[in-house]
């Protein structure tokens, strides 16, 4: 009898032990996908903090082109239309494309300067464009730290075992990377 009661309590010691071991893993494991994902939300703020800076200028430089180039109506629309896209862009996924679409209309604004001498050398012009360069600089950095921390983030959280927590605990990997935009997947043409 007495030996069945030491089988017993050692059974029930070895079940709670496990039952302990199991619990710290998934505590551990589930606040390191909090931290993480948490990681992932400051790094999309960064970003959207530098588009929002960018987003800031581009009027003060659409006005300036226009001052100029007023018969390229087509243009100023396409880069107001892209402009108000990424400001009522509320998800990154979303934010991501009006970006692309934003890039590209800024790309045939800036090529507009090649039609006009005057406005090539209008300092305003030129310290706009001096900012915008210096804010496309910022974005690039802060799109390569967003997608780094997504991409540890995604990482963690398919590993063994922590794609059994995550699932447990209702995490799911997040794909709003930031990529090229198909235009920047062509090269451009050269023509003497």
């Known amino acids: 009898m007495r030996r069945g009661l030491w089988v017993a309590i050692a059974v029930v010691v070895v079940v709670v032990l496990a039952g302990l071991l199991v619990f710290g893993s998934y505590v551990t ?3 390191q996908m909090v931290a993480k994902q948490e990681a ?3 790094e999309w703020s960064q970003v959207d903090v530098v588009l929002q800076r960018r987003a800031d200028l581009i009027p003060n430089l659409v006005a300036t082109v226009k001052g100029y180039a007023q018969h390229e109506e087509t ?4 880069v107001d239309k892209a402009r108000e896209a990424l400001l009522g862009a509320h998800d990154p996924q979303s934010k991501i494309q009006a970006n ?5 209309a800024l790309g045939r604004l800036l090529a507009i300067s090649e039609n006009y001498p005057n406005l090539k050398a209008d300092q305003n012009f030129l310290a706009l464009q001096d900012q915008l360069e210096g804010s496309e600089n910022r974005i ?17 959280i398919r590993q063994f075992p922590n794609s059994i927590w995550a699932g447990v605990a209702g995490f799911q990997p997040d794909n709003a990377y930031f990529q090229a935009s198909e235009g920047s997947r062509q090269a451009p043409q050269v023509k003497f």
């Open 29 to 31: 494991a589930k606040n």
């Open 40 to 42: 992932v939300h400051e």
């Open 75 to 78: 243009v100023f629309g396409d």
């Open 100 to 104: 692309g679409q934003l890039d590209g």
């Open 140 to 156: 690039a950095v802060e799109r390569r730290r967003y997608n780094e921390t997504l991409r540890d983030y995604n990482t963690f």
